[in-house]
């Protein structure tokens, strides 16, 4: 007979083995998003002149055409966002809706409904703005 070093498990731990696989999964693929912003920032603040960077939320297309923006990313928005947080910190790290016009970037997230209409919204869409002016 092999003698083989096995840990026992418990019936309890068993049932929990995908969620915590799922987590680990979740947490991995925050982890590299935000690394992946914390390099492009560190990289613009280094080799240019501009003081705020912007990364809109990735999107897909949905049924009809209509844009979806990830699931992953507008659940898991507020801890990408604290992580981010903690990376810069002094820094303003914000996640806003933005529209652009003339190259300039108008945040329209707290803007009233009554002047929205008068707004190009067709155009917005969400980032995750870091600013270290």
């Known amino acids: 007979m092999i003698k083989m070093s096995l840990t026992p498990i418990s019936r309890v731990s068993l049932l929990g083995l995908k969620a915590k696989k799922g987590e680990e999964e979740r947490q991995n693929k925050i982890n590299?998003?935000?690394?992946?912003?914390?390099?492009?920032?560190?990289?613009?603040?280094?080799n240019t002149?501009?003081?705020?960077?912007?990364?809109?939320?990735?999107?897909?297309?949905?049924?009809n055409g209509k844009i979806v923006y990830s699931e992953f990313h507008t659940t898991n928005i507020k801890e990408i966002i604290a992580n981010l947080q903690d990376l810069f910190p002094n820094c303003l790290v914000e996640y806003k809706t933005l529209t652009w016009k003339d190259e300039k970037p108008y945040d329209i997230s707290k803007i009233d409904e009554k002047t929205l209409p008068f707004i190009n919204v067709k155009n917005s869409k969400p980032y995750i703005v870091i600013d270290w002016h």
């Open 32 to 46: 590299e998003y935000v690394t992946d912003i914390y390099s492009r920032t560190v990289g613009i603040a280094a």
């Open 49 to 63: 002149k501009e003081t705020c960077a912007y990364y809109v939320i990735p999107r897909n297309h949905g049924i």
